[in-house]
Structure formats: C-alpha cells, structure tokens
C-alpha cells in the first residue's frame, strides 16, 4: 500500500481546532468556578480530572474506538518533561491566586504568548516569525499591560508566582508541540500520556498540602447533592474535551497560536464575568488595554491567515495519528 506524504492541516481544520478550544477553554472557566464555589479542593479535582482522562482513552483503546497506542516507557520518558510542566504551571498559577488578584492574574497570564514566541524562535520550530506575526503579539501583550495598569495592587511574591507559571506554561506548549510533530504522536496520545505521568505527581501534591483524605470525604458527602454531582461530572467531561482541544490546536497549529485563542477567550471570559459576577470597576485603561488586546488578536489571526492560504492547501487527520 502506498503511504501518503505527510501533510499539513487544512485552513478549516486549523480554525475549527482553535474555536473549539477557545469555546471549552471558555466554558471551563466556569464550571471550574462553579465547581470550586461548593468543593474547594481544586488539586483533588485536577486530580480526578487527569484520572477521568486517562481511564476514557484507556478504555476506548482496549475497546477499539481509537487509534491511540499503549504506554511506551522510551516515548514516556521523553514526554515526562512535558508532564511537569504542565502540573508546575498549574501548582504555581493555583498559588499565585493567593497574593494576585484576578484581573491581575489573567493579565500576568496574557504575557504567555509573548514568552511562546522568543522560546519558538529560540527552540522551536519554525523559524523566525513574520514581521506581522511578531508585531501583533506585541500588540497583544501590550493590550494585556495597559489593562492591568488600572488594577496593579503589587504583591512581589504573588506575581513572581505568577511570573513562573507563564514560565512553565511557555515550555509546557512548546514542548507539546515538538512531541505532536516530531514524534508521531496524535493529540490523544500526548493527552493520555500528560494524564498518566500526572498522576503520580498530583497525588503526591494533593497529600503534601493536606488535601487528602480531607477532600475525599467532603467529595463522597458532596456528592449526595444531584446538582453538584451533575457540576463535578460536568467538570470531569470538560477536562477531557479541554485537553483534547489543546492538543489538537497546538498540533495543527501552534504553540503561539493555542496561547492567543487563550488570550481571547480571557477577553471574552472577563467579558462574561463583568456580566454574571459584577462586582467589578470598570476603569479606562482596563477598557482600552482590552480594545488593544483584542485589535491584536485579530491582526495576528490576519496575519496567520494569509500565510497559511499561502501555502497549498492539504489535508490532516489528527486523529488517526502525524505520520513520519
């Protein structure tokens, strides 16, 4: 049988990745809030989450309905990196709440695609990005300054906490990156791997702060209550789809590119919460570090779009798996 060339993914593939991933990336948001409002164990329930993954792709393998491969200690071994990553990431953005407040916080987060890209281009792939590409992440990250100037009440340890997340976050997404397209991994795969090598870590962390066994018994109790049962395993389902999402968006299209969806799903988050929460000030350079944030996001999108019509146009199935 012939084997096809490998090919890049399709401009409607490509879009349809970063919309659905902003779109549960959105939705997470919060049901996360909702669900920590009523159970405020959130390791325990990252903990679940990274559980429920792993048992649903281990499951749906063993019963045929997907491609992905089983456990390999040498690919493991390579995407353990990736797996401490992204758990440093989340420990230290849960800490960095307890100092920074959160419009502070989404601010500090915006920043991530600026440091995606000096790290792209330094260890990455790719290249050196267009004069467009660079100019509206700056764009974007000057958008994200301006907002934040209006809230800044400075706590050095919090946004150092914070800082380091953007850090971790950065290598995170490049390195899932570089797993997708140079290993021949599809995003389940790399998601199975993320929630497996995960686990062992989070249970250690969910021990060490005294979360466990405190947090499984308010868990059984809670779960009593249908409408919090129906939240967690709502929770638990979106964790899936999120991961599955931002996999599947960081292959198809970049790392760069999963960070600004992230940045204009905080517009459209913060937008929301002004809406469902209140309780907020609205000052000016909040409003005009949006406007520019979002003129940003949209230039980069342009930016990106025309290079990829650009190139031939080609077709991708993730799913089945990035053939070398």
Same mark, same amino acid.
């Given at each position: ?10 401009? #409607? ?10 779109? +549960? %990336? ?7 809030? +909702? ?6 164990? %959130? ?15 281990? /499951? ?10 089983? *456990? ?11 797996? *401490? ?26 920043? !991530? ?20 590409? +660079?100019? #509206?992440?700056? &764009? ?24 380091? %997340? ?8 490049? &390195?899932?990156?570089?797993?997708? +397209? ?5 995003? *389940? ?33 809670? /779960? %009593? ?9 709502? #929770? ?12 599947? /968006? ?43 944030? !979002? ?21 991708? #199935? ?7």
């Amino acid at each position: 049988m012939e084997v096809q060339p490998e090919m890049e993914p399709s401009s #409607s593939i490509s879009l349809i990745a970063a919309v659905s991933y902003g779109i +549960a %990336s959105m939705a997470m948001v919060f049901i996360n809030k +909702a669900v920590i409002m009523q159970y405020p164990h %959130s390791m325990t329930v990252l903990t679940l989450q990274q559980l429920a993954t792993s048992l649903l792709i281990h /499951c749906g393998r063993r019963m045929g309905y997907t491609r992905a491969r089983g *456990i390999d200690m040498a690919t493991a071994k390579k995407l353990l990196p990736v797996s *401490i990553f992204y758990n440093a990431n989340v420990a230290f953005a849960l800490a960095s709440l307890k100092g920074v407040n959160i419009p502070m916080y989404i601010a500090i987060k915006r920043l !991530t695609p600026l440091a995606v890209l000096i790290a792209g281009y330094l260890f990455g792939k790719g290249g050196k990005p267009t004069t467009q590409v +660079a100019l #509206s992440v700056l &764009l974007t990250a000057a958008g994200c300054v301006i907002a934040a100037l209006g809230d800044f009440s400075f706590d050095l340890f919090g946004y150092g906490l914070a800082l380091t %997340s953007v850090f971790f976050q950065t290598m995170y997404l490049v &390195l899932v990156e570089k797993s997708g +397209a140079e290993d021949g991994l599809s995003s *389940i795969e790399i998601m199975f791997y993320n929630s497996f090598l995960s686990l062992p870590f989070l249970s250690f962390l969910i021990i060490v702060t005294g979360e466990f066994p405190n947090s499984l018994s308010l868990l059984l109790a809670k /779960c %009593s209550y249908l409408p919090f049962l129906v939240l967690l395993v709502l #929770s638990l389902v979106m964790g899936i789809v999120l991961n599955f999402t931002m996999f599947l /968006c960081t292959i198809v299209n970049s790392a760069l590119t999963t960070t600004i969806v992230g940045v204009l799903k905080g517009v459209g988050s913060t937008t929301l919460g002004f809406v469902l929460l209140g309780g907020v000030e609205v000052h000016a350079l909040n409003v005009s570090g949006l406007v520019v944030n !979002t003129a940003g996001g949209v230039w980069y999108s342009y930016a990106k779009y025309r290079q990829k019509k650009a190139k031939p146009a080609k077709t991708l #199935s993730d799913l089945e798996a990035h053939k070398k």
